[in-house]
């Protein structure tokens, strides 16, 4: 089964740097999805991008999506100590057309004030 | 709207015992996901339903486990009996899925311990 699979596993950095964080995945897809996880609570959704865009802009975000190389990043910019969390990427079911996603393991960042 | 509700927050039981987890996902969306969340298998989708229809229950560990969605408003996930190793923290999401695409709202989870 097609799941999307982060890079680094776990990154630290101070606040005000920028956080890149990657996320590879097997089979085609309709759209890539990018969750954030706060210690304790469930996954919030943050952006999703479709499989005919190559760039998302969210505030502080920005999501990036290369289909040929099955990829996807997620760039906080200017971090802050509050954006600690886990970060999840997720890509959907292409053929199912259900709506189901599937989790990558997700990078755990650190945001050191 | 409140976002979705899950009940329990805690639970712990002792091992041989029945579960019962509880979830009301946000009015009007047509998809709910349950998921199972440990540090050892990351984020796992047990079931999901659509139109209150199971879809695919696949992820579902085993026959220990059951859920069910009698109406759009609420969802059970049920485990009996219940092992040690169910420990985790059991998520319930919902959706509302168009065109195969939606983005889903987490509950605030389940935090099962079997002792």
């Known amino acids: 089964s097609q799941q999307g699979e982060e890079d680094p596993q776990a990154l630290s950095i101070q606040e005000g740097e920028n956080a890149t964080m990657n996320c590879s995945y097997k089979?085609?897809?309709?759209?890539l999805q990018w969750y954030r996880q706060n210690s304790g609570r469930g996954l919030v959704h943050l952006i999703l991008i479709r499989s005919n865009e190559r760039e998302k802009h969210s505030g502080r975000l920005r999501v990036t999506l290369d289909t040929s190389k099955k990829s996807s990043s997620l760039l906080i910019t200017a971090s802050r100590a509050a954006d600690t969390a886990s970060y999840f990427c997720a890509t959907d079911d292409h053929s199912g057309n259900t709506g189901k996603l599937i989790f990558g393991q997700g990078t755990t960042l650190q945001v050191k004030p | 709207d409140a976002g979705v509700i899950q009940s329990p927050r805690h639970e712990v039981t002792e091992m041989g015992q029945e579960v019962t987890l509880r979830c009301k996902p946000i009015?009007?969306?047509?998809?709910l996901f349950w998921y199972r969340q440990t540090m050892m298998r990351g984020l796992e989708l047990l079931i999901y339903?659509?139109?209150?229809?199971?879809?695919?229950d696949s992820g579902m560990p085993e026959d220990r486990f059951s859920a069910k969605m009698p109406n759009a408003s609420f969802s059970t996930l049920k485990i009996q009996p219940s092992e040690p190793r169910d420990s985790a923290v059991y998520f319930c999401?919902?959706?509302?899925?168009?065109?195969?695409?939606?983005?889903?709202?987490f509950g605030p989870g389940t935090r099962l311990l079997v002792l």
């Open positions: 089979t085609s897809i309709n759209n």
């Open positions: 999401a919902s959706s509302w899925v168009s065109g195969g695409i939606g983005t889903q709202y």
């Open positions: 009015s009007g969306h047509n998809s």
């Open positions: 339903f659509n139109n209150n229809v199971p879809i695919d």
